[in-house]
């Protein structure tokens, strides 16, 4: 199952983290538009209320992690009570790496953590391409709380930290390298975190951890060249074949041979986006030894021919991804 997981991160288009530190005083409560595709925060001292949309609070102490996913916009506060001003209204932008907040008259300033009943928060936001968000973030609940005693939040929040430290230091040699390292890592311990808390119905984390069709994904994403039957596939399951359509379909929301199509052409794409490999190449090495029958199913899947997908992904590639403001939403929208 583990080859699954780790062959969707191999391809992912996974943007630089926006990341920032909040340091909060007084009574105070802020709400935000929605955090986009995915966002982290933990709380590096101190204590405050999060809740995702009409949801009630969340309470976070020192150490806490907090998943949030989705189109939900979320409030943080000082108690779960405290009424809540929207962002852009107190602190309009563009955001500083460290931003300083307290509802007195004095302005927060760099005190030691704790001594004035100052909360501490860094987060860090991922943005993911389109596929991978319909595979691995589609599924997850507004918020995951992750208490501070887990291995999860453990290994969360130095990342954040690291990641908060080179926001805080922009123009360090190497700071932007680092932060794109830095995000990879984060979003693999969030995708364990989130994996591990999986509790829905249906969806590719909950189909992932299960023991059976979890198997079949695994011989999928490792051999995306074998001529897989639903058969060949339930061998791998240890299943009928019937059972383990139907088992398959009611998790990944897909039947098998049709997941296995779009896998292999997602993985013909990341090798268009980062190779000089030829197209008929390509083809072969997921499953197509005619390049004629790749392509035709190549742009009814992703949208576009091979080589004009080439064209425009490489070209892009080269433009610069930037470093977004945290605590927001996407990248571009007016906050």
Known sequence: M??????????????????????????WGLSFPEPGQLKVIAVLAGQCWVAAGPADPVALRTGDCLLLAGREPFTVRSAPDQAAVPQPAVLPGPWPPVVYYQTGPEPAGPEPA??????????????????????????????????????????????LGLLGAEAADPGAPGSLVIRRQLTHVLLIQVLRAALASATGPAGWPAALADGQVGAALAAIHTHPEQRWSVAGLAREAAMSRSAFAARFRALVGQPPLEYLIAWRMHRAAYQLRTTSHTVASIGAAVGYPAETTFSSTFRRVIGQPPGRYRHTAQRAARRDPGIGDEFRGHRGSSR
């Open 114 to 159: 704790g001594s004035d009943g100052r909360t501490i928060l860094v987060s860090g936001r991922v943005t993911v391409d389109r596929y991978a968000e319909d595979l691995l973030l589609g599924h997850l609940p507004p918020a995951v709380r992750i208490g501070a005693g887990t291995t999860a939040a453990q290994r969360l929040g130095p990342v």
């Open 2 to 27: 583990a080859d699954a997981l780790s062959s969707v991160l191999d391809i992912l288009d996974v943007r630089v983290a926006a990341s920032a530190r909040l340091e909060a005083a007084g009574r």
